[in-house]
């Protein structure tokens, strides 16, 4: 039977499934996650104090957007999630690109960056409150260090990977060092570097928690606090929730913007 004619099978080695077949299993996901929750704390298998039901989570999800001002922690998260990774991206995108680009920046900067990036970003809590006290400084510098190591690594490799040819053509050419890193490199590296972004704002979102549960009264990490404080599982959840939809809508629009920029590439990742 001809590769033509064979029937098409659910576990195909690469091959890209249809917008039908891809709703559907993105949903059915859900469907089957939010069925377990409900059969199982409907049927008694789980303790409603510590796992209460989905519809009583959206419930207390509603009541803390429209009756409690749970909007106004939610912008701040955002606002903190935003600067710090802004931070971040504007320090990590020229130093891993010039690290990938020039081997004497890498002998520089890799031993450092390559040091910092095993160290626990939480661990500087302690002597991030000492050196900035309470205020936003702490947060948004435990949010800067959890991302950019990792963000130069990743976007000096991507760099490290742009075609040699191009390269050498630009130096046949009588082009300068500046010039092959403007006009050569980085466009090339530069699809490379939105997925990494892409990649890491996720990163980004998982230490906010941790930033805003210490001395912190407001964001979504502060109200899970609080709620923890009254055995609130319900509001605990309810912020999960809301992070993970936030992080769901940033990397969409991430997708998007890969798409918008670069429509002749296929989207990675």
Do not use: C
């Amino acid at each position: 039977m001809s590769s033509r004619s064979r029937p098409k099978r659910f576990l195909e080695v690469r091959k890209p499934v249809g917008r039908r077949q891809r709703v559907i299993s993105a949903l059915g996901i859900w469907v089957v996650f939010f069925g377990v929750w409900v059969f199982a704390t409907a049927s008694g298998m789980v303790n409603e104090l510590l796992v209460p039901a989905p519809q009583q989570v959206f419930a207390t999800t509603y009541e803390l957007f429209f009756e409690r001002g749970f909007t106004s922690d939610v912008l701040i998260s955002i606002t903190r999630v935003i600067l710090a990774f802004g931070m971040a991206a504007t320090i990590a995108i020229p130093l891993g690109v010039m690290m990938g680009t020039f081997p004497s920046i890498e002998a520089i900067f890799a031993p450092f960056v390559s040091a910092w990036r095993y160290l626990p970003a939480p661990s500087f809590i302690p002597i991030l409150l000492m050196w900035f006290g309470t205020g936003e400084a702490p947060k948004l510098a435990l949010l800067f260090i959890g991302v950019i190591f990792f963000l130069i690594t990743i976007i000096m490799d991507h760099t490290k990977n742009v075609r040699e040819e191009l390269i050498e053509t630009a130096l046949t050419l009588g082009a300068s060092r500046g010039t092959i890193l403007l006009k050569v490199v980085f466009p090339s590296v530069l699809p490379d570097i939105i997925v990494a972004m892409r990649q890491m704002l996720a990163m980004a979102w998982t230490y906010l928690v941790i930033a805003e549960i210490v001395a912190s009264t407001t964001g979504i990490g502060a109200m899970m606090m609080r709620a923890r404080r009254f055995l609130n599982t319900d509001e605990i959840l309810s912020g999960i929730i809301v992070i993970g939809a936030l992080g769901l809508i940033f990397d969409l629009l991430f997708a998007a913007l890969y798409r918008g920029m670069f429509p002749y590439l296929k989207e990675k990742h």
